[in-house]
């Protein structure tokens, strides 16, 4: 794969006794938003960690814009939101910036066009002289993503970066996002919140017990479609009939088919009829990414 900016091999983190990471393998390509998903306690942010050099690996080897994880030079080209974050609230926005970028080593000549940069991107410049105890919680956020893009970063790291926020402040965060991508920057977005990757992300991976379990596009990840029949009068012997055309599940007053391809819908019609069954409706649809990665992390099928 041409131009990757993320290459881990097997890439093991351990405290002690405890295995937070298990052979982390993946790719991620320069220029798109990669979502990386799992739930609490799967890894993610050990992985996060170990990408932007905050800690070493116990184990395994992985490369950040094509340098070994921890290199300095490589850290200069990051930019990184963690989760969890405070900022001095007496200072004002473009004061708590200028004081990162004089943190983050950024050429005295050029930091107040970084700074204008970096608030134009996340919409503060109107705010940018309020002091950021007034700040609400969606504007925190945006402005610590405003301190993550000082510089203009190839690569920029983005740990949960709407959990805490209301629905509005997740919708004003989904264009800063896009607009990045835009821009040219890869975006490593870690969460746990399945609707807002399904919204931004080009490519998912999906993390369970410190390893990957399923990695692509949405398309690919969703690319198993599901019939649901609402039928009557159907004996074991039916839904052995219609177990032949894919993996059937009860779901509520229906019988859901996954893996049955949609022009061969009239056929298991014709054949659950023939059987003596009922069919009152029917109903095509897609997996979404909350039901795949329930089924993923809970050892289902991955």
């Known amino acids: 794969m041409a131009d990757l900016v993320i290459e881990t091999e097997n890439l093991v983190k351990r405290y002690g006794r405890t295995t937070a990471l298990d052979g982390l393998s993946m790719r991620v390509p320069r220029g798109e938003v990669f979502g990386f998903l799992g739930p609490n306690g799967a890894g993610k942010t050990t992985a ?20 070994p994880l ?14 969890l974050f405070r900022y001095q609230p007496w200072m004002s926005g473009r004061e708590l910036l200028a004081f990162h970028s004089r943190l983050a080593g950024l050429p005295r000549a050029g930091q107040a066009a970084a700074i204008a940069d970096a608030l134009e991107i996340v919409g503060l410049r ?3 002289q309020d002091r950021v105890g007034g700040y609400s919680k969606g504007m925190q956020q945006r402005l610590g993503l405003a ?13 949960e970066p709407t959990s805490a926020l209301d ?10 996002i896009r607009g990045l991508k835009e821009r040219g920057t890869t975006v490593f977005l870690n969460s746990h919140l399945l609707t807002e990757v399904e919204q931004v992300c080009d490519r998912v991976a999906i993390i369970d017990r410190g390893k990957v379990v399923a990695l692509g596009t949405l398309e690919e990840l969703l690319a198993e479609d599901e019939v649901r029949f609402r039928v009557g009068g159907l004996d074991e012997a039916g839904r052995a009939r ?16 996954r893996g049955l391809a949609a022009d061969r ?3 298991v019609v014709a054949a659950l009829v023939a059987g003596g069954a009922r069919v ?16 993923l992390v809970s050892g289902g099928d991955g």
């Open 265 to 267: 819908v009239p056929e």
């Open 48 to 67: 996060v960690k170990l990408l932007v050099g905050l800690t070493a690996p116990t184990a395994g080897d992985g490369r950040v814009l094509g340098r």
């Open 147 to 159: 301190a993550a893009l000082l510089g203009r970063p190839e690569l920029v790291f983005l740990d």
């Open 70 to 83: 921890g290199d300095v030079a490589a850290r200069r080209a990051i930019g990184y939101l963690p989760e």
């Open 242 to 257: 219609l177990a032949r055309y894919g993996s059937v599940r009860d779901d509520g007053e229906w019988l859901a088919v």
């Open 167 to 176: 629905p509005v402040g997740r919708m004003e965060m989904r264009p800063i």
């Open 126 to 128: 109107d705010r940018a």
């Open 280 to 295: 009152y409706a029917v109903e095509p649809r897609r997996e979404s990414l909350e039901e795949r990665f329930s089924r």
